[in-house]
């Protein structure tokens, strides 16, 4: 079906569909990269909201573990700053010497092997799942505080409706979404700030009284549990509030969006999160135990602690509502990183084969639309099956980022054992990235045991599956690429005789026009299938082809030069193989992210010029098609002929036979 009509015009349904997710972007816009990269206040908004809103929920599981010992609060508080800093130093250290962005799934994959990337990968991916449905959740939770209990069976449809809403935005595009969310974040960050100085500087006359409590508690604890049932305690809340740090990495995974310098940009961006995430974290377990916070059933405990500071505050009922609501809007926001950064790991783990090559592609929009669509539909689908529950979600949640953190932290130690040589200060690098790996196994292995019966099971459940299914695309990918490779070797030194055809090709006789990608024996099987099919009935080949940028592509300008420039001496070889045929030859490119619309451009306008024409396309054939072969491989070529042939241009496809 023609996009356009008659006119020229967009037909009313793609008028609708690109009101909603917006205009095609212009791929030669000299300033395309500055206009869709962040700098570092908006990464912040766009990528460090997830960290500071896990103070939403981390701080409030971890003082609920303490139980009746909240004289802990603050030594809590202030290990949860400090490994906020350690975990943030470790990342920082991942984007200097991992600048491509990828993170923990680059990190592994390089240093500890495909086996370590593919779990680091997957585990990432469900947590980005987890990101997504655990914020969306949560933002839930802290709007209904404020609601009569009444409504509370609305809260997983209004959850879904925004997890809709989050879908179309990130198909619009990362800076756009990012754009629209920015005053949320600015209005979370003053209102809460607000919050916690009111909680320190209104109530210091507490301090000393709360000195005594710790001494009393401490004193009590020991002579009844000990000094290791105090530790064990103590760890089970450090562990289980182990949800305040999800988040960290995400600077690390999407640098591709930085601003240049990336390096630079991605480090200011770390402080910023990591800064303001300590102190949010850490001043909450202080207020937690200064005012004496209690659970209400119904309202979390920031909604309890905001309600009970802003009372005395002229308007405070509408300053607690607006406090309360704008985190709940910064779980949304939150929710965007499982968007920015989990289609990107997919896309990373696709061009290493452990995912559908589809999920590399681009849209017309520049954004990763097949894996934003799969991360929105798997975290619809979990908030229906946990029924929205944040106590379920986050135990779920913090099993897999602690995966990640672990075999990060144990691949930049093994880098920086490697560099000892070329890095002064690597002992200090190490020492930073050991302390890192002995925090997030210890807390991996606690949330794991004490939450497995809880749900935990289900996330190392979804998690060995992923790797599971990653694993079977992987082994398929390899044995068709052994198939190609057979065709490269037999086929790109194709031995021609007689005299090369220089002559320019002629419109008026008959012309194949085969679309190709890339020099390779695929495209060398294709030529000869025509040459031997249709012998004596063509005279000229044009050669067609569409430089696809990709996520492993679409990372700067001098990449897209280097593709366009790698497509046109791949073009180049094939005129030259056609020539040495006997046949008159030329080539036709593009550069773009759709295939099939771009080639149908290239066809259409060939059709015109050469009147007496036929456009040919190879396509892989097995020798048993199974139901997964049009998952793991395009279908361009049927959806290229179908466009063609209903515009009444003739079109054929040259099976190419793989031994599988």
């Excluded at 630079?264 to 990591?274: C, E, L, P, S, V």
């Excluded at 509502?321 to 926001?333: P, Q, R």
């Excluded at 990183?337 to 290493?352: E, I, K, L, Q, S």
């Amino acid at each position: 079906m023609n996009p356009n009509n008659e006119a020229g015009k967009p037909n009313p349904f793609v008028r609708i569909w690109r009101a909603i997710v917006g205009a095609p972007k212009q791929i030669k816009d000299p300033h395309l990269f500055h206009k869709m990269s962040l700098i570092p206040i908006l990464a912040w908004v766009g990528l460090g909201a997830d960290g500071l809103s896990s103070s939403a929920y981390g701080p409030e599981e971890a003082f609920r573990a303490l139980g009746q010992h909240t004289y802990l609060a603050l030594i809590l508080g202030l290990a949860t700053a400090v490994t906020v800093f350690i975990i943030s130093y470790a990342y920082a250290r991942i984007i200097e010497h991992f600048p491509h962005g990828g993170g923990g799934y680059i990190v592994a994959t390089h240093m500890l092997g495909e086996k370590a990337g593919v779990v680091s990968g997957s585990a990432l991916l469900v947590d980005y799942v987890l990101t997504i449905t655990v914020s969306i959740a949560a933002c839930v939770d802290a709007v209904f505080s404020y609601l009569p209990m009444g409504f509370s069976h609305y809260k997983v449809p209004f959850a879904c409706f925004l997890a809709l809403i989050l879908i179309i935005l990130n198909i619009r595009g990362v800076k756009e979404s990012i754009a629209v969310m920015a005053p949320i974040f600015a209005t979370f960050v003053i209102t809460h700030l607000l919050m916690l100085l009111d909680g320190i500087f209104t109530h210091s006359d507490r301090f000393a009284p709360l000195a005594g409590d710790f001494r009393s508690g401490l004193h009590h604890d020991l002579s009844t549990i000990g000094i290791f049932g105090i530790l064990l305690l103590f760890m089970r809340a450090y562990s289980l509030g182990g949800g305040t740090y999800t988040g960290i990495e995400a600077v690390s995974n999407g640098l591709q969006i930085m601003r240049e310098p990336r390096v630079q940009t991605g480090k200011r961006t770390m402080i910023y999160m990591a800064t303001s995430l300590a102190f949010t974290a850490g001043i909450l377990f202080v207020c937690y135990a200064l005012i004496g916070i209690k659970p209400v059933e119904g309202k979390t405990l920031n909604a309890v602690l905001a309600d009970g500071l802003f009372a005395d505050w002229p308007f405070g009922g509408v300053i607690a509502f607006v406090t309360i609501f704008s985190e709940g809007a910064l779980l949304l926001v939150a929710a965007q990183t499982g968007f920015v950064d989990g289609p990107r790991v997919m896309a990373n783990m696709a061009v290493d084969s452990w995912f559908p090559h589809r999920f590399a592609a681009l849209s017309e929009r520049l954004t990763m639309r097949n894996g934003i669509v799969l991360m929105g539909g798997a975290a619809i689908a979990l908030l229906i099956y946990t029924q929205g529950s944040v106590a379920a979600l986050v135990v779920m949640y913090s099993i897999n980022v602690f995966v990640t953190f672990s075999l990060s932290q144990l691949g930049m130690s093994r880098f920086f054992i490697q560099r000892r040589k070329e890095d002064p200060k690597w002992k200090q690098h190490l020492s930073v990235h050991l302390i890192g790996l002995a925090l997030c196994a210890t807390i991996l292995v606690i949330t794991t045991v004490e939450k497995f019966a809880e749900g935990g099971w289900m996330t190392l459940l979804i998690t060995s599956v992923v790797i599971y299914l990653c694993y079977l695309i992987k082994s398929h990918y390899v044995k068709v690429r052994k198939g190609v490779a057979e065709l490269d070797e037999s086929l790109l030194d194709f031995p021609t005789s007689g005299p090369v055809n220089t002559s320019p090709v002629n419109k008026n006789e008959p012309t194949a026009i085969q679309l190709v990608s890339g020099y390779n024996g695929f495209g060398v099987h294709t030529l000869l299938s025509i040459v031997t099919t249709f012998p004596k009935t063509y005279k000229n080949i044009i050669f067609v082809s569409v430089a696809v940028i990709d996520s492993g592509s679409f990372k700067g300008a001098e990449e897209i030069e280097a593709l366009e420039e790698s497509a046109r001496k791949g073009l180049e070889k094939y005129v030259d193989l056609a020539r040495r045929l006997g046949f008159a030859a030329d080539y036709r490119m593009e550069v773009a992210t759709d295939v099939v619309e771009s080639a149908m451009t290239l066809c259409k306008e060939l059709a015109e010029e050469f009147p007496r024409s036929t456009v040919f396309t190879g396509q892989l054939t097995f020798r048993l098609e199974k139901f997964y072969h049009r998952m793991l491989h395009n279908e361009t070529a049927f959806a290229i002929q179908r466009r063609l042939q209903w515009d009444g241009i003739t079109s054929v496809i040259l099976p190419i036979r793989v031994r599988i």
